[in-house]
């Protein structure tokens, strides 16, 4: 896991909990939190901080991803105009995802290790199915409302299939309104 | 020490935070930078390395094509080519396509499409020179291939030999924010491509140049040997018909040397042009069977077609004559109307080993059969022609040898007094001595002699023969000498500027009179249409020599000929003489010219006079001197000495 993501976790969690809620985070975890945006860390780490997190605020650890995606898609849309600028729609920006948004990604964060999505309408749903590993589907869930919440929209989102049932991959189906 | 108090601490790590947040900035946007320049670099060598190895402009295209998408990862690229004559936009073959079936209306709507300056992507760039980006073309208003799949899109020109070349096209199915950078990297593969566009163009043109004829743009020999190669392998193979015309234009000559070569320059690209426009345009009948035309032009006024998967045999026969036909609307040179025919010779491949060399040949001795016989014809090679022509060369190879080994002899044939037989002058006439088949007469040896430049040695020896044998007489018979004697000069002699000073010099040389010689040549000699006959009969006049018309009254006759040039005598064709007793008509005409000769103080004498009655009736009509069997046949001088000798050595009292 790249370093970015634990200071964008860092960032969110100081500025709607404050100081030493981090700080409480990474004693819970037992980890000493100095990470760089650069730098390559143990997905073990991200984890324990959130399951560390749900204990602490008494949310199920899917609902602290998800809080943790949509939060952080207003500081990418600060740091990376350029990627949401050309859209006016949340489904045409997410549909860059696998050609632009995660190509950008790798190029500014050598090694990154990002999901690939594959696309499929269905009447006016986007279905969009993930599979990694790291069954951060609730990740992708809250960039998503992310997204929504940038070009004023309301999203739906289903999940019929997900790994976390047992299932060999995800599926999200998204629908959109305004 | 104390401890620092909180606030402290806190700004403390404020800073610190700060400091670390913008090394990390930097951090990435080098990480950042030196990626896209490692990715530029990769590019860069990867479109120098492919369009240097490309041996065609597309080739290069292509290799550009795929690099981009590679590069940028967009899904759809394409090149525009600028169409020279218009200077459109049209689409061009090169293509970068990822997905099944997802493009394909993108491709097809592109294929059909062709962009003026200003519409479209590849017009903007076509109209400013520059490159061109368009975010999202579902919302650009001057972008014309929209819901066909693709959202952003950028494009780029190629500039060669100062002028617009090509555009290059990329597409994304998403909307995508224009990035300067980029096309910072597209216009060095823009300038990249247009010097390999550049150096393509000068290798073609060489490549051309080697193989194409410059004046008419058609194939030259090189291109039309390797042509007819191919063409005989494939007539092999499949038993096709194939054939080759060997196509000289009549007259050329003349229109070169009246209004000059540019014009003849000019009328041979008019030819090359109609050629084509007859090939081309071919029927409906002609056409079956899927005819096939190649054409070249060999340099002067020759030009060849070779033509494939022809019906039959025949069908060469109907492409000799459409190219005739395409012809015959006379060619506007110098604000005039030139009728150009053409001799067209044919030669049918016969699937036989036969060689292109062989196949030229051939179809180049039909051309000289077919212009014998007369201008605008056509005539198919076989085997009596080959015969023939073998008996041509051979004839010339020992034509050339008895003139170096003396086996020419010269007779003379008197000119006689009509009233009383009385021998007055001698024509000398050639005749070939060959060691095998006697003697042989000149119809045999002159007409081939005259197509090679044979003609003006044995026209010299002649000249120097008789001059010799002339001087002879003078020297011996004094007044009873049958001078002047007259010396045949062919048209290939009058054409040369040089003849006067020729025949100057053959009298110094052999020290006869100038008035003791007389040149007989036809009129066919004087209508070529140049300055150079008549200013060489001029020259020889000026020398004292007389000039008589041979054969009058046959072909060209023209009582023009008679005043524009200076002659002193007329000699009445000889069929004339053969059918006055066929009828009024004939008697008519040889009165009518002895009365015009007389009005203008000329001289005439009756050719061909083989009997008594032809004779009487040449004297009848006028004629004051006759030649023929009847009065002497050609023979070797010492026969000539002794119709003299009597006379003479009465005369002098001598044996």
Same mark, same amino acid.
């Given at each position: ?178 | ?263 003849? /320059? !000019?009328? +041979? $690209?008019?030819? @090359?042009?109609?050629?084509? %426009?007859?090939? #081309? =345009? ?99 090679? /076989? !085997?009596? +022609? $080959?015969?023939? @022509?073998?008996?041509?060369? %051979?004839?010339? #190879? =020992? ?111 052999? %020290?006869?009179?100038? =008035? ?111 030649? %023929?069997?009847?009065? =002497? ?23």
């Amino acid at each position: 896991m790249k370093g970015v993501v634990f200071n964008l976790l860092e960032q969110l969690v100081v500025r709607d909990f404050g100081e030493g809620t981090w700080d409480a985070l990474l004693d819970a975890s037992g980890l000493e939190g100095s990470y760089t945006s650069l730098g390559s860390y143990p997905d073990e780490d991200l984890y324990k901080l959130v399951s560390a997190a749900a204990e602490a605020l008494s949310m199920p650890a899917d609902g602290v991803v998800s809080w943790f995606g949509r939060n952080a898609v207003p500081l990418f849309a600060d740091r990376y105009p350029q990627l949401f600028a050309p859209h006016d729609s949340t489904r045409s920006f997410v549909l860059t995802l696998n050609d632009i948004i995660h190509p950008e990604v790798r190029k500014l964060y050598p090694g990154a290790d990002v999901p690939e999505f594959d696309f499929d309408s269905r009447e006016e749903l986007l279905v969009m199915g993930y599979r990694s590993p790291r069954k951060l589907c609730s990740f992708a869930e809250g960039l998503l409302l992310g997204a929504g919440d940038h070009y004023g929209e309301r999203l739906a989102i289903e999940q019929p299939v997900c790994m976390k049932r047992g299932d060999d991959h995800c599926v999200l189906e998204i629908g959109f309104s305004r | 020490m104390s401890e620092p108090a909180l606030d402290v601490v806190e700004r403390r790590l404020l800073r610190e935070r700060r400091a670390r947040r913008e090394a990390e900035e930097i951090a990435e946007r080098t990480t950042r930078a030196l990626y896209d320049k490692q990715q530029e670099l990769v590019l860069l060598e990867a479109v120098v390395l492919a369009s240097n190895e490309s041996s065609t402009v597309d080739e290069a295209l292509q290799s550009a094509v795929d690099a981009v998408c590679a590069h940028t990862g967009w899904p759809v690229g394409h090149a525009y080519l600028r169409e020279r004559s218009s200077g459109d936009l049209v689409p061009g073959t090169s293509w970068h396509i990822e997905g099944a079936h997802q493009f394909d209306a993108f491709r097809s709507t592109t294929e059909r499409t062709t962009f003026s300056g200003g519409v479209g992507l590849p017009g903007r760039v076509l109209a400013t020179g520059r490159a061109a980006w368009i975010t999202d073309v579902t919302t650009d208003a001057n972008f014309l291939r929209k819901n066909l799949g693709v959202r952003g899109a950028f494009a780029f020109p190629i500039h060669a030999d100062g002028e617009m070349n090509a555009v290059l096209e990329f597409f994304s199915p998403s909307a995508v924010a224009p990035d300067p950078a980029l096309l910072d990297v597209m216009a060095q593969i823009g300038r990249q491509l247009g010097r390999v566009v550049e150096r393509i163009r000068a290798q073609e043109q060489i490549a051309h140049q080697a193989t194409h004829d410059i004046l008419t743009g058609l194939a030259n020999r090189l291109l039309f040997l390797d042509r007819l190669e191919l063409a005989l392998a494939r007539a092999r193979r499949h038993g096709s018909v194939a054939a080759l015309l060997f196509l000289d234009l009549d007259r050329f000559k003349d229109i070169n040397d009246t209004l000059g070569h540019g014009a003849g /320059d !000019e009328l +041979l $690209r008019s030819v @090359a042009d109609r050629l084509q %426009g007859a090939l #081309r =345009a071919t029927d409906s009948v002609a056409r079956f069977g899927g005819e096939e035309f190649t054409l070249a032009r060999f340099g002067g006024d020759e030009f060849v077609v070779l033509c494939e998967e022809l019906a039959s045999e025949n069908a060469a026969v109907r492409v000799a004559e459409r190219v005739q036909e395409s012809l015959r609307v006379p060619f506007l040179l110098e604000g005039a109307g030139h009728v150009i025919t053409a001799s067209i010779g044919i030669v049918i491949a016969s699937g036989a080993d036969q060689n292109a060399e062989d196949l030229l040949r051939d179809a180049d001795i039909a051309m000289y059969r077919a212009k014998e016989r007369g201008q605008g014809n056509w005539e198919i090679f /076989d !085997e009596e +022609l $080959r015969k023939r @022509a073998l008996e041509r060369v %051979g004839t010339e #190879r =020992a034509l050339r040898q008895a003139l170096d080994l003396g086996e020419l002899r010269l007779h003379y044939q008197p000119v006689v007094s009509v009233e009383d037989g009385r021998m007055r002058s001698v024509e000398a006439l050639v005749r070939w001595q060959h060691p095998e088949r006697g003697l042989v007469p000149p119809a045999e040896f002159i007409p081939i002699a005259e197509e090679s430049a044979l003609i003006l040695q044995i026209g010299a020896w002649t000249l120097r023969e008789a001059c010799e044998q002339a001087f002879r007489w003078r020297a011996r018979f004094g007044d009873e000498a049958p001078l002047p004697v007259s010396v045949n000069v062919s048209a290939r002699q009058l054409a040369q500027r040089e003849l006067p000073e020729i025949v100057r010099q053959t009298l110094a040389d052999t %020290g006869l009179s100038a =008035a003791d010689l007389a040149i007989e040549l036809t009129e066919t000699a004087l209508i070529e249409d140049s300055s150079v006959p008549a200013a060489s009969l001029r020259g020889l006049k000026a020398l004292g020599v007389k000039i008589l018309l041979d054969d009058f009254g046959t072909g060209y006759s023209s009582l023009s000929h008679l005043q524009r040039f200076p002659i002193d005598a007329l000699k009445i064709d000889r069929s004339f003489m053969m059918h006055l007793g066929s009828g009024e008509d004939n008697r008519a005409i040889v009165r009518a010219i002895v009365a015009m000769a007389s009005a203008l103080g000329l001289e005439v004498v009756a050719e061909g006079v083989e009997t008594a009655d032809q004779a009487a009736e040449a004297q009848s009509l006028g004629c004051d001197w006759a030649q %023929g069997y009847y009065f =002497a046949r050609p023979a070797p001088p010492a026969e000539i000495e002794a119709l003299i000798a009597p006379v003479t050595a009465a005369l002098l009292g001598s044996p």
